[in-house]
Structures are given as C-alpha cells and as structure tokens.
C-alpha cells in the first residue's frame, strides 16, 4: 500500500468520533489520527503528521481507484465508495455510540472503531494495513495474534485489540498487521479496533452484533440530529455543523475541544502550528447561545456547568484555556522527530497560550451566563459569588495591555476589542443585578462600564480614518471589531459601525473571505490564510444593518469553501481555496451556525438577540 498522506490535502479528510475521542479518515480509507481514550491523548495513529513514523489504519482496494463520500443521514457514520475498473466497493465507518441506558444491559467497548466494508458490484481486491504507532509515533508496538481474539499489543496498561473477518499476517518485526482479500458482489466484511485503558479489555464480536452497533450507532445519532428545532434556510450545513460540535464535545464533563487534531498549519511549511485539542473560555458565548437556539438546551447547560465547575479554580481570574477535565497545566513543547503535514514544522503538543492575558474572556464568561439567564436558567449563590469576583478582576485590570483575542506572540498592547469585552463583562452583571439575579456593587460597576466605553470612543476609535482600530491610538483594524455590534456595544446602523465594517472589508477582505488582521506584527514569521469565522462574523454584521441579500451572498460564497462532506479547519486559502489549519474547527462551525440563525431573523425581520427585559425565574440553576 502507497503513502498517500504527504499528497493529501487537509479537506481532504472526514471525521468520525463518539463524544470522547475522534478519528480523522483520508478520502483513500486511512485512518491517519486518532488519539485514545481522550481528544488530548497521545495520538495512536499519526500518519497525518508523519506518513512514515505516525502510524495508521487503512482499508482500500489495490488497484486505481476514484472515491466520494457522504455521512449516512443526519448522523456522524461517514461512508467512501470506492470505484475501480472491476467494481465498486462501499467502507463504512463508526465510533459506536449508544445511550448510556442501553448500554447499561450489554456489554460495552467504551472506546472502538468498526469499520465495515461491502462490494456493491463486480469485484474488488482489498488491503488492509494496521500499523499502530503509540504515543505520537515514538513506540513502536510488538503485536501477538490470539487466536480468535485477534491481535492484541500491551503497553504500560494500555491494551490495543484488532479483530478481522478475514486473515491478516504481522509484519516480520510484528509492528504492523497486514492482508489481501478479493472481496465479491454481495460480501460484507468487518474489522473492529478497541483500546482498553487501566480496566479487563472487552473484546466484542463481529458478524451481527457489529451490524446492531451500527443500527444503533445511527438511531442514536439520528434522535440526538431530530431534536434541532432550526427550519431556517441553510438547515443542511447548520445540521451538519451541530453534528460536528456535537462530536467533539466531550461528554464525561461537558468541555467541548477547539479541535481534535494538533499542528495543521495555517501555511503550508509554515511554523503556525498549534495544539487545538483543548477548551478555550472563548467560545462559550457563541456556542451557548447557538446551542440554546437550535433546541439543544441540555448539551447548552452541560457546557456551562463546565465553564463555571473549571473558571472555579482559577478564580477570580480566568485562564484562556483548559483541558476537558479543567486542567490548567498544558506545557507546550515541540514533537522533533516527527516530519509534520507537509512538512509543516514544529509538530506542538500542550499550548503556551494558556499563560498569556486576554481580557475578553471575561465578557465572554459573562456574556455566556447573560444568555443562560434569559432562557429561564437561574444561578446559586456559590455562581453569584464567582461572577462578582470576575466583575471586580475587570474593575482592577482593565486598562491592563493583554495579547488579545488573537492570542499574538509579540507582546502585549491596549486591544480595543478586549475593552468592549470588559464593558460587556460589567454591562452584564449591571443587567442581571437590576434583574434581581446577584447583588455586585452597583455604583463602582456602573462607573467603570462607563469609563472603560470612553476611553474606548476617545482611544480606540480613530477620527482620521473614520473607524475603530485593533489598538488604542492605532490606525490598523482587525476581523474582531466586526462584533461589536453583536455584543451590544454599538448600534449595527450607527455610522461608526457601519464605516468600520466598511474599512475591515476593504483592508482584510479577499474573494468574499476576510483575514484576521495584517500578519506582519504579531510576533511571528509572516503567513496565514483567511479566517473561516471571521467570514461568517461579516455575514452577520451585514445581516444586522439590515444588508440581508449582501449577508446571504457572503454565506453562500463561504459554504462554497467547505469540504466534500461539509467541513470547515479554522483558516481557508484564498489563492488555492483550500482547507488551512485545525481540522474540523469548532469556532468555524459554530460561526456558521450563528450566521445563520442571524439571517433566518433577519428574513422574519427580527434581530435575534434574548428577551433580556423579562428573564424566565425557572429553569435549570447553576
């Protein structure tokens, strides 16, 4: 079997997970990531950072062959066919998932991967390579057959099991399981990997109990898709975005990772290579509020009892990110044996990001806790204590330099953006103390809101080139002034706003995409592609000053940038209108859901926003 991996673009992979890990599957039927049992594990198979050290597990014909794709339904159970001279095969691919009181009368596999492959016409000849490759391709494993049960390696208590419905040899060091099958109109065939972590490994069967794990892999997936309460236009890629945040949460504790891959650039042999497997604080008012308005209040609640269980032990200040189980320690260090996509280096793992200032977190917590609210939730009195201590961290530092929403490398400066997002923090706990809901002290809260917006409108606003600006007293503008409006500072028809939209458009914008900033000050060597959420953020701007064609125009033309399967990473090049960066990337394709919930308002002639003057007293309480 060839090595594709280092020909392969980043689009050029599907995802597959169940809500604690997740696998990244090449067109070609590799599997070429996956890190066990945790999104933030040691990565088992890595080919997609090394095609030659990494590791992976693929099932493919051997002769040429042309694929497509598609996910089953509304569900995560994706399905390659592959087209030869001699037939046509069909790969289906799973995470078996099911609900906890159905798994509670069986016995479970907590962490497996089936892969199911079936010859739909002619006949196809099949390879089958499983080269597992631990702890990022520095242990090479030494594999035993056991008879029926397969092959089985060990490692410091982690056990790794591959089954089969057809022979495969080990490799003469035993580091790889090999085979060749010709594989006949009608024929349907197996193979199931499970990783069993400090527990007895339960090894399940083939034949038709690996069928009923797939039945029951799609209805679950399929009741969880059916109770999105979103009709809008776009429904498709709401859907299948909802599906993708849905996946990389991870549901022991609620946190849901940035992304599940680490150091896919942002260009091509580039060195922004960064280790998205984790929780940033960030995205919790934007996945909250999207959550909530497509129906799905319980993942919604999950994700907040999170963010306000992890932000407890770091209060009363707040770290930018965490680990899934609140971990605060994420040392970066850099992977050097490993050569990197496309030979994209350094390979990172940990983010050092973690230590930097970023003070618009705190706008976002409280943002997030805002929205909660006003959909009927209600806090304790521990909650009101914690939100108090965040309102008195703003009062103390907000006119503190931090790195920024971009998390910049190159020191830190008097972000404009990170100002409003202090005014929201304390807006906020103003409205929600009017409201009834916490006490804070009133007077010194309202009296900073108030002087942190005028040291906005005289610093951060510049009158020479009639806009707000990324920096107090600069004349650069960045992709994060767009939300300004969204968040309440300003009014989206303000003259202001709608000039500054004007300028970002005009200096970020690129073939109906927009860059972030102007990369040429932050620390680091030059180059990155446009932003993926950035763009959906335009959309919504223009949705809320009323541009509702101009907002639809932009949503289409970004679509238009999405994978085969409706994947976005977190950055798009422009000049290859390809895929760049983490992939898939939460933050994107919550952007996307959040734009289209803006527009289908827009459409009703509404603004979408909560009811803040009448909050709901029942509910959930935090």
């Known amino acids: 079997m060839s090595h594709e991996s280092d020909l392969l673009e980043i689009g050029d992979y599907a995802i597959i997970g169940d809500c604690r890990s997740a696998a990244l599957i090449s067109r070609t039927g590799s599997i070429d990531w996956l890190c066990w049992p945790r999104f933030d594990s040691p990565s088992l198979f890595g080919a997609l950072l090394d095609h030659g050290q990494g590791g992976r597990f693929a099932v493919c014909p051997t002769a040429q062959f042309s694929t497509t794709r598609c996910y089953l339904g509304d569900t995560n159970v994706l399905e390659t066919t592959f ?103 009608g024929e349907r065939l197996r193979f199931s990997a499970v990783y069993s972590e400090g527990e007895p490994a ?136 490993l050569a990197g996509f496309a030979g994209s280096r350094p390979v990172r793992i940990g983010n050092d990001a973690r230590a930097q200032l970023q003070l618009d977190i705190y706008g976002e917590v409280l943002d997030a806790v805002y929205a909660f609210i006003c959909r009927g939730g209600r806090l304790d009195r521990a909650t009101t204590r914690m939100l108090r201590g965040f309102g008195e961290t703003v009062c103390r530092r907000w006119q503190e330099p931090d790195e920024g929403i971009w998390e910049i490398r190159g020191g830190r400066l008097q972000h404009t953006y990170s100002k409003v997002m202090c005014w929201v923090a304390l807006d906020r706990l103003i409205k929600l103390s009017e409201q009834g809901h916490l006490r804070i002290p009133l007077e010194r809260f309202t009296c900073t809101r108030d002087a942190i917006r005028e040291a906005i409108e005289r610093h951060g606003y510049n009158e020479e080139i009639q806009s707000y600006v990324s920096v107090f007293g600069g004349s650069d503008v960045d992709a994060s002034l767009l939300l300004l409006a969204r968040h309440g500072y300003a009014d989206p028809a303000g003259i202001r706003i709608r ?124």
């Open 83 to 185: 087209r030869t001279a001699t037939g046509v095969v069909r790969l289906i691919d799973l995470m078996p998932v099911d609900s906890e009181e159905n798994k509670r009368h069986t016995l479970w596999a907590e962490h497996q991967i089936l892969r199911i492959i079936e010859c739909v016409e002619g006949e196809v000849e099949i390879e089958v390579v499983c080269a597992p490759r631990p702890d990022y391709g520095r242990t090479v494993p030494r594999l035993r057959l056991r008879g029926a049960l397969g092959f089985y390696f060990e490692d410091h208590g982690h056990a790794f099991i591959l089954r089969s419905e057809i022979p495969l040899k080990l490799s003469e060091d035993h580091a790889d399981v090999h085979g060749k099958y010709v594989l006949r109109h």
């Open 202 to 337: 339960f090894i399940p069967p083939l034949g038709e109990l690996a069928e009923q794990r797939l039945q029951a892999t799609l209805r679950w997936w399929e009741e969880w898709a059916a109770r999105c309460t979103y009709e809008g236009p776009y429904r498709d890629a709401v859907m299948r975005s909802a599906l993708c945040l849905k996946l990389m949460s991870y549901s022991p504790s609620g946190a849901m990772v940035a992304a599940p891959t680490t150091s896919l650039p942002e260009k091509l042999g580039g060195v922004r290579n960064w280790d998205y497997r984790y929780c940033w604080v960030r995205d919790a008012s934007l996945t909250l509020q999207s959550l909530f308005d497509l129906g799905y209040r319980h993942e919604a609640e999950a994700f907040l009892s999170w963010l306000l269980h992890t932000t407890q032990m770091s209060q009363p200040e707040l770290q930018i990110l965490y680990g899934v189980y609140g971990e605060t320690r994420l040392p970066e260090q850099e992977l050097d044996h």
């Open 499 to 622: 000039q500054t939209c004007a300028l970002v458009h005009r200096r970020l914008g690129r073939d109906g995409l927009l860059y972030r900033y102007l990369a040429d000050n932050d620390g680091l060597p030059p180059g990155e592609g446009a932003f993926g959420i950035c763009s959906f953020w335009a959309v919504d701007c223009k949705a809320l000053q009323g541009d509702v064609d101009g907002a639809s125009q932009i949503f289409e033309s970004v679509l238009s940038y999405a994978n085969d399967v409706g994947l976005f990473a977190e950055e798009i090049d422009p000049d290859r209108g390809t895929l760049l960066g983490n992939f898939p990337q939460a933050f994107t394709h919550v952007g996307l859901i959040d734009a289209a919930l803006t527009l289908a308002q827009a459409n009703m002639g509404k603004r979408r926003e909560p009811d803040a003057t009448q909050p709901k007293m029942t509910g959930t309480k935090l």
